[in-house]
Nanobody
Framework: QLHIVESGGGLVQPGGSLRLSCTVN????????IAWFRQAPGKEREGVSM????????NYADSVRGRFTISRDNAKNTVYLQMNSLKPEDTAIYYC?????????????????WGQGTQVTVSS
């Protein structure tokens, strides 16, 4: 069983940056792939980015590629999502999830453990 906690959300102006953190605690937590998903008001949850257990493989949704960077520090059991050049359409609740690595696909069904989410609001 894993316990996942997200942090780092908040209000930022368009063009600004935020760094989200995802702390994963539990047995063999560093053996899991980690993904970020987001859900905007009135929309379905969508995959944003994922990183393999070693950190050697990553993937991004087209909408954030080149603006967001995912990384992990296994010594701290933490995965980060650096978000730059934020846009109002990035406004959403951001969720962190863990699963056994199968592929680079950022699909909800591949991830078994979920955090409660952190709100990101991009607005002037």
């Amino acid at each position: 069983q894993l316990h996942i906690v997200e942090s780092g959300g908040g209000l930022v102006q368009p063009g600004g940056s935020l760094r989200l953190s995802c702390t994963v605690n539990g047995v063999n937590s560093n053996y899991y792939a980690i993904a970020w998903f987001r859900q905007a008001p009135g929309k379905e949850r969508e995959g944003v980015s994922m990183i393999s257990s070693s950190g050697g493989e990553t993937n991004y949704a087209d909408s954030v590629r080149g603006r967001f960077t995912i990384s992990r520090d296994n010594a701290k059991n933490t995965v980060y999502l650096q978000m730059n050049s934020l846009k109002p359409e990035d406004t959403a609740i951001y969720y962190c999830a863990a699963g056994h690595y199968i592929s680079l696909a950022i699909i909800e069904t591949l991830y078994n453990y979920w955090g409660q989410g952190t709100q990101v609001t991009v607005s002037s």
